[in-house]
């Protein structure tokens, strides 16, 4: 069992520090709930060598289809009359995946020796987030567990779907620009030096587009190595940097002030925030703790920021809604004005649903517009640095004809 260090405060408002062991931060959570104490922040202490980690970080991962086929599937069995462990081992026997059919055979193993479903997903933290855990848990709490998997199943799937639809609009103009780099890079290092020689034996004085060729070709023949290892480094720095909580915070927020990539931004978060809102209040789970495993869903620190104070609202008697409405710059009107609704009707989950409906729809118009204007943009670019090259090395030829005449 992973042991956490973890930093709370405690009922006099002081900050103590230590160290517990858990089966996930989810438990450590209700652990220190139950000794008095908030958390503030919990890491899991790396006790392993640096192999053994990664076997656990990469080892242990499931394709998120296949999360969201087992949630369905164990739905559908369980309301066709299946018992629990029967229906887990048939979907262990019909599974591809090697590591979840390890997996759900320790469940059945679990569930035989008397532990709840719950509590089997949750030792597995790598592979099931607090999400789908927690909505399990409020489902065998309720006798409601085939509604609850239904539920984190289309969560799941929506959230899943909201990203694919993101990543191929950005998949054409990267392939794209990835292949116009490399023909650039190897036409500068293998085409235009065998023009060089051509071009000196004329003896004419260059036109500066073909000089500039020219001269781009030299650095990327004479220090092409030392261009390679720079950007490897700076690669290397920015992945590194981008994952302090200083470059989350400056990244996060120019994305957010990028003309097209910003209010796309706000609807996926406020999309995603809604749905999975929705979705655990509509399965039992409270509001506070709602709240809190929706901020971990969220990847924008500027996002995730006002989720961690609604909950702090929401422990002083404060209405969720007004954290929002005062959040208007990330959070979008429309959503603090249909949760206030929810929160006056007692229909929270249903008007952040219809909110998650809302934004989904239109994040998916946003996406294909932003198909059908990549395209052309792509095409003239190409069409101008293939101009721009042309150009270059035609001149030449046309001032040595000129010469002749």
Known sequence: MPTFIYKAKNSSGETVKGQHEAVDKYELYKILKDEGLETVSAEEKNEGSLGLSLHISFGNKIKTQDKINFARNLSLMLKA???LSRAISVIERQSKSNILKKILSEMVEDISKGLSFADALGKHPKSFPPLFVSMVHSGEQSGSLSES????????????????????????????????????????????????????????????????????????????????????????????????????????????????????????????????????????????????????????????????????????????????EANSKLYPVFFAEMLAVGEETGKTDEMLLNVALFYEDDVNQRTKDMSTVIEPVMIVIIGAAVGFFAIAMISPMYSLVNVIH
């Open 81 to 83: 009359g299946l018992a």
């Open 149 to 324: 998997l239904k539920a984190v199943a289309d969560q799941m799937d929506s959230s899943y779907t909201l990203t694919r639809r993101i990543r191929g609009a950005m998949i054409y103009p990267a392939v794209i620009l990835c292949v116009m780099i490399t023909i650039g890079v190897l036409m500068m290092v293998f085409v235009v030096p065998t023009l060089l020689a051509t071009f000196q034996s004329l003896g004419s004085a260059l036109p500066p587009t073909t000089q500039f060729v020219l001269d781009l070709s030299n650095i990327f023949r004479e220090d092409g190595i030392f261009i390679l290892i720079g950007l490897i480094i700076v690669s290397f720095a920015w992945y590194s940097w981008s994952k302090k909580p200083s470059g989350k915070k400056v990244i996060h927020m120019l994305i957010l002030k990028l003309p097209i990539v910003g209010p796309l931004a706000q609807e996926v978060n406020a999309a995603r925030t809604a749905r999975t809102l929705s979705s655990l209040l509509h399965s039992g789970v409270d509001v506070i703790e709602s709240l809190s495993i929706t901020s971990t869903v969220i990847q924008n620190v500027y996002f995730r920021k006002v989720l961690v104070d609604a909950t702090e609202a929401i422990k002083k008697g404060d209405l969720m809604s007004k954290i929002f």
